[in-house]
């Protein structure tokens, strides 16, 4: 009992040092403060976690609608030239010898996110469970960004883990302003009540930037709902720079053949959308942002498998009452 007392003090010690120092910007779940006074190794896991170097897998956590088609995109990508890193295709794939991992947490409850969140980490991180542990750990959702992604990021901070946490709501909003000034995130409606990318452009600190949250109608086709979300800008009066596309089931060339039909100005209604938009307007999507964040830590941090192989996708079933 006195133990895991010291422990529980030592830890609200250590929180409140770092939000002293800036570094978290809310109290994380009780749940964090529990396995910090842990005594059957569920803080040892988070401890360990990102302390394995090359070894391991690039983790995805989150539900099969997510989860699926990036870790698709992840075998396939070739963006890269493997040899020097640059931005040059070789015919390899970008994650040749790695393993992407994806740990599927279908039906989770929206009260039940944050808990989700940290349990689904320490079964990445977790060494025992026969599956590989996560060197890098991914969390697809932009639900996420708001809904324990903070609480994961904490627990490492208190126990000093290092795995790598990437969340595509802040590379995102990262990416799309670093020369726009107006954009707009095309998204559910769960996670436009839920307010994900206003917080997210908040905590960035980004003065003079303009951000409008819509989820268009989910009847129309793709170009339909693009067309919605640019009718719907409209009546703002401004310039629009791009949109961030929040999903990994719309395929960008759709989009982009609808631009080029806007573009084209031939008809009224065209031409007024045409006028809206920027000469540098583009569309941003999650799948990518993520997919170059984790290239550039492999590089950088030498994690790479170098294993002469090509990727290798392994699906696992979360599971909420393993721990």
């Known amino acids: 009992m006195k133990k895991h007392i010291l422990l529980t003090i030592l830890a609200v010690a250590a929180l409140a040092a770092c ?20 005594s059957t190794g569920l803080r040892d896991i988070a401890g360990y976690a990102g302390q394995i170097g090359s070894r391991g897998s690039i983790t995805l956590f989150g539900e099969s ?7 698709q995109r992840f075998k396939d990508v070739d963006l890269m030239d493997n ?4 931005e040059k295709r070789d015919s390899l794939p970008d994650f040749a010898g790695e393993i992407i991992a994806g740990l ?3 039906s989770i409850a929206f009260d039940n996110l944050r808990e989700a969140a940290v349990y689904g980490a320490l079964q990445a991180w977790d060494t025992t469970l026969r599956k590989e542990s996560a060197k890098i750990l991914i969390y697809p959702s932009s639900l996420q960004a708001a809904y324990g992604f903070h609480d994961v990021d904490t627990l490492q901070q208190l126990t000093g883990g290092q795995c790598h946490l990437l969340s595509p709501v802040s ?9 726009a000034t107006n954009v ?5 409606d769960t996670v436009k009540k839920a307010k994900v990318w206003e917080q997210a452009l908040a905590q960035s600190d980004r003065p003079g930037k303009s951000l409008a949250v819509y989820s268009p109608d989910a009847s129309l086709d793709v170009p339909g709902q693009f067309r919605e979300i640019l009718t719907q800008y409209q009546v703002t009066g401004l310039l629009l720079d791009g949109i961030i596309v929040d999903s990994y089931q719309i395929d960008l060339s759709t989009l982009e053949a609808e631009l080029q039909t806007i573009r084209a100005a031939a008809n009224e209604e065209d031409a007024n959308l045409n006028r809206m938009l920027s000469a540098q307007f583009k569309f941003y999507e ?21 294993r002469i192989a090509r990727p290798v996708v392994k699906f696992y079933e979360y599971v909420p009452e393993l721990y």
């Open 19 to 38: 939000e002293q120092s800036g570094k978290v910007q809310k109290r994380p779940t009780g749940l964090v403060q529990s396995i910090l006074a842990d």
């Open 65 to 71: 609608r997510d989860v699926k088609p990036l870790a």
């Open 83 to 86: 040899v020097d890193g640059r």
């Open 104 to 106: 599927l947490a279908d």
């Open 171 to 179: 590379l995102l909003v990262d990416k799309a302003f670093e020369k």
């Open 184 to 188: 707009v995130v095309w998204t559910s």
């Open 286 to 306: 999650p799948a990518d942002a993520l997919i170059r964040a984790t290239y550039s830590i492999l590089r950088k941090e030498n994690l790479f498998a170098h």
